[in-house]
């Protein structure tokens, strides 16, 4: 055996999985960024796969940058392993200004004592960033570095990650398109993460199209007798390689250690079997290799142990001096530690490092609660010393001093440190582990007998902070429990503003939620606790968030009275905040009511809200003007006030909200038959993930493309979510009803889509939102035909009458409806034809001439799919004008070739991408049992077919559920000519119609 060699110099098999990465780092250098995830049990190899990867099968050219989830406090430190990276970054840069540019800021927030921008923010306070601006700045700084040389980011440990670390990974991989990135990252498959979130997070990933997976196995045999030899220098004895292999199951790293206890480093001469007594697991033999040494050398590896991470000397002698021994001992101890690979020096640290980390856990692991206790203590005086000492502060020191505490048993101590960390924390948008810090906080806070002196605040502050960061990490249920427990902890009689406040808080969080009406009540107490004189900004905030709530539930006339009555208290006081408030939610109750002025009034909150001390009111005033710019019928205006105010968002923060806007624009851009840029849109979007309430529109979204494909089963997972997102039916509730029941009426299912339309129709009655039923109503009617049509072709008459009946309720119902009158002008007719001619078919006697006029003003209105349609029912009502009696002649379609209302629904559709209605449906049941030979009898009916699904078509690499249709990258769209090329080719002959197609059975259909 060569002398003192533990490691293989020789790098072991992998060679397929070598070649594969490689072969991805190639293409992501030349510009197809990937993700590159290495699993395996510990000590199975990762680290090594990944370093010999970049020695010798990276792309020439590229730069690496690697950082480390950290082991210490797993998932508890804000981007742990992206500061690591950047770490490298700027030691290898000399202009730090020219790389990080503006994102000098994030980046200065992360690493103060490294960068410039961090220290002078150091001085002044640092300016916090949301998680929205921090993410567009780091990704801007790899950009960056990725514009002048391929870049490969390593990062290692996930299962140790911090959930910051995880959405901004999966922030990047959504927004891969051309950059010359890839991005490799090991983790632990054997052990839980520290972040119950992984599990989630991989799967997310795994239904996108760049990730490659590499799945390390143990060693066979003859990989571990390579291994061995390696090791030796000479040719291995196959006896003691099947005994190591059978001792160590093939793991390389414990093949290692097993070798290294058969032969004590730097014995001379060969080597024999393993030691009988060898120990049979892994963590024994580590220890093994530990308790050889002197008992000083133990003391220094648990003193190194319990720092967490490799530690420098001068941190190190100061800690081993907290322990009350000599730096003679120290260096002794090291000096061996050094000789039996225990530890190993590590150079740009200027101290020590575990020769692998699994050892450092065995050690930490072995130690008793009072060993470690003792040690910890020493681990946080040093570093309070050096924190409170002066100079740049970063929050991993904050978090790590925190974090010692804890660990000492110091839970007093602890508080203080846990809040400065919470604190800085939520500076760079880490708000999970700001919350972390916080629940540590309330965990620990009944041990401290004054609690609150030794924190800086009482308990109900804490637990409202905690709520806060809980609410903005998108876990709301958690938020809601802990503003109640809050609430019962404040005396009003005391300090009415205070629960005042909190209510509004719980209030918010209700809504959030998707519950406005359950958030009705807190609303209500807040009003009552804020006293009405004098009059205050805080009194105007609470009327107005009441007033906007009964607009939420459809209450316009209650919200007119509150709004008002929130509007005196404003004219009081000369606050530009109050006064964007109440110009918002005026002109949300002018929206609700139908007024004439709700444009006029949202444009007027918009300029009011962009005052520079409105707060961030504007947020909310692009929404409501775009309600009520759609509510006017302008989809253009709606895109702008989208974009408009997603765009400024994107500037100032709140990329939440900004998300929900860009979802709501997709919405309107489907409606208006633009689904590529609809898809485009959603994916942008979904890069921030939206929470609660705000995730709305993406699923809805979700839900109107997937229809769009034919892709029914992912339209109504989404669809279910849009259900669980926003449980209380107003005000959001008759929308996915709307989605739902087109959905199950493409799909075939009229019945579920009649539940639907009339379950929205429900859900509206009653309230001020019965004007915006026009839709359903339509759908409804609709699906009573489907039902009508497919009772006849199955001479259930009982069946047909009962839709008949419906059909002729619902025109009963809406016919000359009140909501019409307050839909803009050119829908209204719209919706109108559509209704009549619905009547028409379900009474059976469709009329192409009503059909004709639904489909003209359906275009007038920019409904492209709505015309499709009804072009469609015209080209069948027509058909079946010009039907044979039963059972004699064929098609009459020559006859029809003249007719552009045959071709142009169908043409129509496949411009827009309108899956379900494509020109390779087949007719009707309707359409297909008049013309079809023989009908008449039960016998040669096909099965009936209202709707007319497309199998849906998913590409082999789209994902079949939420994430799926929310993630999927959109296709790259193809260019202009070879688009015009495939219609032409799709194109119809000229005078020769569509043939239409042997039917395909619903169950097959319903399958695909
Ligand atoms: N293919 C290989 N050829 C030679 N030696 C290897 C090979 N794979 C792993 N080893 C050795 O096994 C030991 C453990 O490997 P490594 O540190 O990469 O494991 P790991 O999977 O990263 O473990 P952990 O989960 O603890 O991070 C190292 O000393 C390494 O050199
Ligand atoms: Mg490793």
Not at 65 to 91: E, K, N, T
Not at 325 to 349: F, N, Y
Not at 804 to 831: C, F, G, H, I, K
Not at 866 to 893: D, F, I, K, N, V
Request: hydrophobic letters at 45%; proline letters at 7%.
């Amino acid at each position: 055996m060569e002398r003192g060699r533990v490691v293989s110099p020789v790098f072991v098999g992998r060679a397929a999985a070598l070649d594969r990465v490689a072969g991805v780092l190639r293409q992501a250098a030349l510009g197809e960024p990937a993700v590159v995830l290495v699993a395996g049990e510990a000590g199975v190899g990762k680290s090594r796969f990944v370093a010999e990867l970049l020695a010798h099968r990276a792309p020439p050219g590229a730069r690496v940058l690697a950082g480390q989830c950290s082991g210490f406090a797993p998932g508890s430190l804000p981007y742990a392993p992206i500061a690591g990276a950047l770490r490298q970054l700027l030691w290898s840069s000399e202009d730090e200004e020219d790389l990080l540019g503006e994102a000098g800021q994030a980046v200065g927030l992360l690493l103060p004592e490294l960068t410039a921008a961090g220290q002078a923010a150091g001085a002044g306070g640092p300016v916090a960033l949301d998680q929205g601006r921090m993410f567009a700045q780091l990704e801007a700084v790899l950009d960056k570095v990725s514009a002048s040389a391929p870049l490969l980011l390593v990062i290692e440990d996930l299962h140790w990650a911090d959930r910051s670390s995880l959405e901004f990974l999966a922030y990047l991989y959504y927004g891969l398109g051309w950059q010359r990135l890839a991005i490799v990252c090991t983790y632990r498959d054997d052990e839980a993460p520290a972040v119950p979130e992984l599990g989630a997070w991989l799967a997310d990933l795994r239904r996108g199209t760049r990730l490659t997976e590499v799945s390390l196995p143990r060693f066979t045999v003859a990989e571990l007798g390579e291994q061995v030899a390696a090791i030796l220098g000479e040719a291995a004895d196959p006896g003691l390689v099947a005994a190591l292999h059978e001792r160590s199951g093939g793991n390389p790293y414990y093949t290692e250690l097993l070798l290294s206890a058969a032969t004590p480093a730097g014995a001379p001469g060969g080597v024999g079997t393993p030691p009988a007594a060898l120990p049979a697991a892994l963590r024994e033999v580590l220890l093994a290799r530990s308790a050889g040494t002197a008992a000083g050398t133990r003391e220094v590896l648990a003193v190194i142990a319990a720092a967490g991470h490799p530690v420098a000397h001068g941190a190190l002698a100061a800690a081993w001096a907290r322990l009350g021994m000599g730096e003679e001992s120290l260096l002794a101890g090291l000096r061996e530690a050094a000789d039996r690979h225990l530890l190993v020096p590590v150079a740009e640290l200027g101290g020590y490092a575990f020769r692998h980390a699994l050892l450092a856990e065995a050690v930490y692991d072995q130690l008793l609660p009072g060993e470690r206790g003792r040690l910890h203590d020493a681990w946080a005086g040093v570093l309070e010393e050096r924190v409170t000492g002066g100079g740049t502060v970063s929050l991993a020191a904050v978090a790590e001093v925190a974090a010692h505490h804890h660990k000492a048993g110091h839970p007093g101590a602890a508080l203080g440190w846990d809040l400065r960390a919470a604190e800085a924390a939520e500076q760079v948008g880490g708000v999970a582990e700001a919350a972390g810090c916080y629940q540590r906080m309330l965990a620990a806070w009944d041990d401290v007998r004054d609690a609150g002196q030794q924190a800086g605040l009482d308990r109900i502050d804490l637990l409202a902070r905690l709520a806060r960061a809980e609410e903005l990490a998108g876990d709301l249920s958690l938020a809601c429990t802990h503003v109640q427990d809050a609430i019962a902890l404040v005396d009003p009689a005391t300090e009415p503003l205070r629960a005042a406040l909190l209510q509004a808080r719980l209030c918010w969080s209700l809504y959030s939620t998707g519950r406005p009406a359950a958030a009705l009540g807190p609303a209500a107490a807040a009003v009552a606790l804020v006293p009405e004189s004098p009059p205050s900004l805080a009194r105007v905030g609470v009327l107005a968030s009441l007033g906007g709530l009964q607009v939420m539930v459809g209450r316009g006339g209650r919200a007119a009275a509150t709004v008002a009555a929130a509007a005196v208290v404003a004219d009081q006081i000369p606050d530009p905040q109050a006064a964007a408030i109440i110009a918002e939610v005026q002109a949300r109750v002018a929206w609700l009511t139908g007024s004439p002025d709700a444009v006029a009034l949202a444009r007027r909150a918009l300029r009011l809200g962009q005052h520079p001390g409105a707060g961030n009111r504007a947020m909310m005033a692009f929404n409501g003007l775009a309600d009520a710019l759609d509510a006017a019928g302008n989809d253009r205006g709606v895109l702008q006030a989208c974009y408009g105010g997603y765009e400024q968002i994107r500037r100032r923060g709140g990329a939440n909200f900004g998300a929900f806007l860009l979802c709501r624009a997709c919405c309107t851009l489907v409606a208006c038959g633009r689904p590529a840029e609809a898809a485009e849109a959603l994916h942008t979007a979904l890069r921030v993930r939206p929470s609660g309430i705000l995730e709305l529109y993406a699923q809805l979204a979700a839900a109107l493309l997937a229809t769009g494909r034919g892709d029914f089963e992912a339209g109504r997972a989404a669809i279910g979510r849009c259900r669980r997102v926003a449980p209380e039916p107003l005000p959001y509730g008759w929308w996915y009803c709307a989605a739902a029941a087109e959905l199950e009426l493409w799909a075939g299912d009229p019945e579920r889509a009649f539940a639907a339309a009339a379950e929205g129709l429900a859900a509206v009655d009653r309230t001020d939102y019965r004007r915006h039923t026009g839709t359903l109503a339509w759908l409804a009617l609709r699906a009573a035909a489907d039902r009508a049509d497919l009772a006849r072709a199955r001479h259930d008459t009982a069946a047909e009458d009962q839709a008949r009946a419906d059909a002729d309720q619902l025109t009963r119902t809406w016919s000359d409806p009140p909501w019409l009158t307050a839909e803009p002008e050119n829908r209204a007719r719209a919706l109108h034809a559509l209704l009549d001619a619905e009547q028409s078919r379900a009474a059976d006697q469709p009329d192409p001439q009503l059909w004709a006029r639904a489909a003209r003003c359906s275009r007038a209105c920019h409904r492209p799919h709505q015309a499709a349609y009804a072009s469609w029912r015209q080209a069948e009502a027509l058909l079946a004008q010009h039907a044979p009696p039963p059972g004699r002649g064929r098609l009459p379609a020559n006859r029809l070739r003249h007719r552009p209302q045959y071709r142009r629904g169908p043409v129509a559709a496949r411009d827009r991408d309108a899956g379900p209605l494509r020109p390779d449906r087949p007719p009707t049941a309707a359409a297909r049992r008049r013309h079809s030979p023989g009908s008449g009898g039960a016998a040669g009916v096909d099965p009936p077919r209202t709707g007319n699904p497309r199998p849906a078509r998913r590409r082999p690499d789209q994902p079949a559920d939420r994430r799926t249709a929310l993630h999927q990258p959109p296709h790259r769209s193809r260019p202009r000519l070879q688009r015009a090329a495939q219609t032409r080719r799709h194109r119809p002959h000229p005078g020769r119609p569509p043939r239409p197609q042997t039917p395909r059975p619903v169950t097959a259909a319903r399958s695909a």
